[in-house]
Nanobody, 127 residues
């Protein structure tokens, strides 16, 4: 029912910028939170940020705050992740995920709380 499709990944030099998009469908936008996550080879998936479809509130992981920005366009059912000052350590598969906002509020924004996931898009940052 819920579908999410990421795009915008690719190869970028260190210090560069990239914008990822996540197009969502199959649910009531205003009732959900959409989050961005990433997973590097051999490492666990980690959260980046999420945004509420209802009121646009955002939350960020502290280690990326200031370089990455999440935004949305409810009319287009799209969430973006703007990435600036990219580092080789940012190389990973980036995925978007959706979950009912009340659940996120109650249980937290850990990856295992989000029930619907896109397939991911590869971001590679060269030194």
């Amino acid at each position: 029912e819920v579908q999410l499709v990421e795009s915008g990944g690719g190869l970028v030099q260190a210090g560069g910028s990239l914008r990822l998009s996540c197009v969502a469908s199959g649910f009531t936008w205003e009732d959900y939170a959409i989050g961005w996550f990433r997973q590097a080879p051999g490492k666990e998936r980690e959260g980046i940020a999420y945004i509420s479809g209802g009121d646009g509130r955002t939350r960020y992981s502290e280690f990326l705050r200031g370089r990455f920005t999440i935004s949305s366009d409810n009319a287009k059912n799209t969430v973006w992740l703007h990435m600036n000052s990219l580092k080789p350590e940012d190389t990973a598969v980036y995925s978007c995920a959706a979950e009912e906002y009340t659940t996120v509020q109650r249980m937290g924004a850990m990856p295992n709380i989000f029930g619907s996931w896109g397939r991911g898009t590869q971001v590679t940052v060269s030194s």
